[in-house]
């Protein structure tokens, strides 16, 4: 059984840093690698970041976001700094089971979200 919680999002201000979790349970679940995606109002959920042996990430967040895990896999992190207006959406976290890391078709398991408002 795999079940995935985020929590850390918020309203916050541009140029602000914000730090997201997934706690997963499940030991396939912390055997995996984890990605983070995010889904805008009207749009497509998009790739955001993965961990596994080593770390993915979009273009569009490369330099100002951070994927971590701590040293049992249970929890993943998502660090993020400089955040811009665009960054708004609601963050996923999912297990990968095949296929591109990059695609959302890849993962398996979801949790339910955690809102990340950007406010100018």
């Known amino acids: 059984q795999v079940s995935l919680v985020e929590s850390g999002g918020g309203l916050v201000q541009v140029g602000d840093s914000l730090t997201l979790s997934c706690a997963a349970s499940g030991r396939a679940a912390r055997r995996s690698i984890r990605g983070w995606f995010r889904q805008a109002p009207g749009k497509e959920r998009e790739f955001v970041a993965a961990i596994g042996w080593r770390t993915y990430y979009a273009d569009s967040v490369k330099g100002r976001f951070t994927i971590s895990k701590d040293n049992d896999d249970t929890t993943v992190y998502l660090q993020m700094s400089d955040l811009k207006s665009e960054d708004t959406a609601l963050y996923f976290c999912?297990?990968?089971?095949?296929?591109?890391?990059?695609?959302?078709?890849?993962?398996?398991?979801w949790g339910q979200g955690t809102q990340v408002t950007v406010s100018s």
């Open positions: 999912a297990v990968h089971q095949d296929g591109s890391y990059y695609s959302r078709n890849s993962y398996g398991y």
